[in-house]
């Protein structure tokens, strides 16, 4: 396999990179490849968004685990590696997010700028994946396939907020979760048994997520939570 020439800090220590794939087997390999590179570190990896997004904020407390870029897979339960990119670039303006997936990446390039990643490439090419981790971590922009470059980090994390806060970040564990049980096709009833709560306070939490996600009904709330959190 060709091998990328490796780049380390400025004071000589690896960089320390985050991982996030639904599929198991893809995110051992990439952890036990990526971390068997002399300069790359892998400081956390996480099978979903929410468990990534807690992740984030566990590992920026501190100094030895915060990661130099995020690798994040794009379909994921519960939350997209599209919506996580957003919820994360709302709160950070200098890590890059790179998106890694099974598909054509071409369809999906202007999703991945909008929700504020700094790349998206091909599972299955891992010298063009190290190669490109890299150029993020030099401060070097990744282009798209119309030539033009993904925003630096810095550039997306200040449209993003003049855009607002993504519906995600405003919506609480408990609307989140009986969202995605919403999507799942379940009635309020069969909601309200799986997670304890009372019908009453299921109603109440979907009314709380239909309005953060701008939805006159139940319905339309589901079809736009299903388009933030997959793809």
């Given amino acids: 396999m060709e091998q990328v020439e490796p780049v380390f800090k400025g004071n000589g220590d690896p960089w320390n990179i985050a991982l996030v794939d639904n599929d198991s087997i893809v995110l051992d390999y990439l952890a036990s490849y990526l971390g068997s590179l002399p300069q790359f570190n892998i400081c956390w990896s996480m099978q979903g968004g929410h468990d990534a997004v807690n992740a984030y904020h566990r590992s920026i407390i501190s100094a030895t685990n915060a990661p130099d870029l995020i690798i994040t897979d794009l379909s994921m339960r519960g939350m997209s590696g599209f ?21 054509m990446t071409q369809p999906y390039e202007v999703d991945a700028v909008k929700n504020g990643m700094q790349g998206l490439l091909l599972k299955g090419e891992i010298v063009p994946l190290v190669s490109a981790m890299q150029q993020l971590l030099m401060g070097e922009p ?6 033009d470059q ?20 405003n919506m609480s564990p408990n609307e989140q979760r ?13 909601i309200a048994h799986i ?12 009314s709380r997520a239909m309005k953060k996600l701008n939805a006159s009904s ?3 709330a589901v079809a736009k939570w299903s388009q933030k959190t997959k793809f």
């Fill in 178 to 190: 009986v969202m995605e049980l919403c999507a799942q096709g379940l009635s309020t009833r069969a």
């Fill in 218 to 220: 139940r319905a339309e």
């Fill in 83 to 103: 919506e996580l990119s957003a919820t994360i670039r709302f709160e950070d303006d200098h890590t890059p997010i790179l998106g890694f997936t099974s598909y």
């Fill in 150 to 169: 993904y925003e630096t980090p810095q550039k997306a994390y200040l449209r993003l907020h003049r855009q607002g806060k993504p519906a995600v970040i």
């Fill in 142 to 147: 990744i282009h798209r396939s119309n030539g």
């Fill in 195 to 206: 997670t304890g709560d009372s019908e009453s306070t299921v109603k109440t939490y979907i």
